[in-house]
């Protein structure tokens, strides 16, 4: 049962306005080459015909320099480790969701954070977030403290950075546990 009405299915389009809609797409927000493909192959004709004008499209737009998973890579990076100021797990994550294959995510990854203190990004991220030290009676501390804890795994911060944050605060009273961690 549907409500409202029926959306009309758009018209397939032909090798010149694919190019005219990568461009718009890539003009508002960089993609990974996985994501416009996907972007475009929605807007293409269903059959091989279609198919081979993505392909064409997306080896144009390579050749002219304005697709680049290694670049697109580089910036997301940049700015996720800048910006957001997420940890390198976190980036890797969002890397690989975008379709980047993961040679080209780790050259960029570790482009961008081998000369980064993930201590400080942490207490960045932290400030950024506006996090407050745990207080409250043992209990809530207890609560507090691994409520932050969760933050700062999902921001993509090591279990050693993690400790060492709540250290910095003091009166943490969670006891630490040895992880063994893959810095893969």
């Not at 010149?16 to 960089?30: Q, T």
């Not at 198919?51 to 890579?73: C, I, N, Q, W």
């Not at 990004?121 to 745990?134: G, I, M, T």
């Given at each position: 049962?549907s409500f409202g009405r029926?959306?009309?299915?758009?018209a397939?389009?032909?090798y010149d306005?694919?190019?005219d809609y990568?461009?718009?797409?890539?003009g508002?927000k960089?993609k990974?080459?996985?994501?416009?493909?996907?972007?475009?192959?929605?807007?293409?004709?269903?059959?091989?015909?279609?198919?081979e004008?993505v392909?064409?499209?997306?080896?144009k737009?390579?050749e002219l320099?304005?697709?680049?998973d290694?670049r697109?890579?580089a910036?997301?990076a940049?700015?996720?480790?800048?910006?957001?100021?997420?940890?390198r797990r976190?980036v890797?994550?969002?890397l690989m969701?975008?379709?980047?294959?993961?040679?080209?995510?780790?050259v960029a990854?570790g482009a961008?954070?081998?000369e980064v203190?993930e201590t400080?990004?942490a207490?960045?991220?932290?400030?950024r977030?506006?996090l407050?030290?745990?207080?409250g009676?043992r209990?809530?501390?207890a609560?507090e403290t691994a409520?932050?804890?969760r933050?700062?795994i999902?921001a993509?911060?090591?279990?050693?950075?993690v400790?060492?944050?709540?250290?910095?605060?003091g009166?943490s009273?969670v006891?630490?546990v040895?992880?063994v961690?893959?810095d893969?």
């Amino acid at each position: 049962m549907s409500f409202g009405r029926a959306k009309k299915p758009r018209a397939s389009l032909a090798y010149d306005e694919l190019m005219d809609y990568a461009a718009k797409v890539l003009g508002s927000k960089m993609k990974s080459e996985r994501d416009l493909r996907s972007k475009l192959v929605e807007r293409a004709s269903p059959d091989e015909h279609g198919r081979e004008e993505v392909t064409r499209v997306m080896e144009k737009l390579k050749e002219l320099g304005y697709l680049s998973d290694e670049r697109f890579a580089a910036d997301y990076a940049r700015l996720r480790q800048e910006n957001e100021k997420l940890g390198r797990r976190r980036v890797q994550q969002g890397l690989m969701q975008k379709g980047v294959p993961s040679a080209i995510a780790n050259v960029a990854i570790g482009a961008q954070y081998d000369e980064v203190d993930e201590t400080a990004l942490a207490r960045q991220y932290v400030e950024r977030k506006r996090l407050k030290p745990p207080s409250g009676d043992r209990e809530q501390k207890a609560k507090e403290t691994a409520k932050i804890m969760r933050r700062l795994i999902a921001a993509g911060f090591s279990s050693r950075v993690v400790w060492k944050v709540l250290r910095d605060w003091g009166g943490s009273e969670v006891e630490e546990v040895d992880v063994v961690e893959d810095d893969a």
